[in-house]
Each structure stands twice: as C-alpha cells, then as structure tokens.
C-alpha cells in the first residue's frame, strides 16, 4: 500500500458500480481516524511503463470522500497489471456474492460486465437477481439491507487493517474507535432474533 497523488488518477470511472452518494458520515471519520482501508487503483492502461496515472477500481466512496476533506494523497493499493477482466473481477466479486445492489444496479452491472466479456460473472448476476426477486428489493431504497451489510462489512475491513497499526493512532482516536465498538456491542441485542 502506498499514499498516490490525486493529481495522478484519471476522472474517467469505467469501474464505477453507483454513485457514490453523499460521503460526508466516511469523510468525517477519516477525518477523525484516518484512512483504514485504501482504494484500489491500477496503472492507466493508456500510459507508458513507469508513467504515474491510474484508474480507480474500487473504492469510489473513500475517493469522493477523502476529495471532499480536500486531501492531495490518498491510501492506495495499486495494481500495476490489472487486465480489465480481472480489474471487473476485483470490483464486482462483493457486489454479486454480498448483493449490496438492487435490481436496476445488478442489471447495469451485467451489461457492463458482457461488454468486458466476463462470462464467469453471468451466473453471479443471475443468481444474485434471483435472490433480489425471492427477497423483494424495496423501490424506495433499493438493496438497502444488503447495503447496510456491506457497509458493516467495509467496517469490518477497516477494523481489520487497522489492527497492524492500532498503537500508531493517536490516544484519542483509540478511544473514539472503542466507543464506536461499544455502542455497537450495545445495539445487539436489539438486533438479535429473540428466543421463545
């Protein structure tokens, strides 16, 4: 992982899923704890060996948010030689097996992945529609729960990154990040299918 310029990543978003909508909770926390998780970027496919510029793959919401703090840098994982095929593989792997996206989004998803001819993902799709029919996928808020899931997921994610430098945070970002762990601890057993 390594901390890539703004200046050096491309607007064009051929790997973007859904807008990114608003990202000012994300940006308030990386604003208090840092940047957790990085985005996942890859060497523009357009430029020379050793040229920096890249494309983002995932990770959409952390940018918008970290450009909203008005950074320069931001935490990267960058992929030196991703083919599209596995550029769409890397970008779409939680969106068909957690299924955060509703039906417009998973039907927008398959279009752009028949286009970059990934025939593994067809299936994926598929299926995930399949689930969205049986489960229902509320028009107002379309795959909202599997969101949240997705989203507690990414926390998760975070959490697990940040453990490798957990000493290196500030006192008083510790302590914001427990109090987070606590109420969260708190809410379950409100969350918790309750026993007869």
Do not use: M
């Given at each position: 992982m390594e901390y890539v310029p703004l200046s050096t990543i491309d607007p064009e978003e051929p790997f973007r899923l859904r807008e990114p909508g608003d990202v000012t909770a994300l940006a308030t926390s990386i604003g208090r704890l840092g940047?957790?998780?990085p985005v996942e970027l890859r060497r523009h496919p357009g430029t020379a060996r050793g040229e920096a510029r890249y494309q983002v793959v995932a990770g959409h919401r952390r940018l918008a948010a970290v450009r909203l703090l008005q950074r320069d840098r931001v935490l990267a994982r960058v992929h030196p030689?991703?083919?599209?095929r596995e550029a769409w593989a890397l970008v779409s792997a939680g969106a068909l097996l957690d299924e955060p996206l509703g039906a417009a989004e998973l039907s927008a998803?398959?279009?752009?992945l028949d286009a970059a001819k990934v025939e593994w993902a067809g299936p994926l799709v598929e299926a995930a529609l399949a689930r969205l029919a049986r489960t229902g996928d509320a028009?107002?808020?379309p795959g909202a729960p599997a969101?949240?899931?997705q989203q507690l997921y990414e926390v998760n994610r975070?959490?697990?990154?940040?453990?490798?430098?957990w000493r290196e945070f500030p006192p008083e970002a510790r302590?914001?990040?427990?109090?987070?762990?606590r109420f969260s601890a708190e809410l379950l057993p409100?969350?918790?299918e309750k026993k007869a």
């Open positions: 940047q957790l998780a030689d991703l083919a599209d998803l398959r279009e752009k028009g107002a808020a969101r949240l899931a975070a959490l697990h990154a940040g453990l490798a430098s302590a914001q990040v427990l109090a987070q762990l409100y969350l918790e």
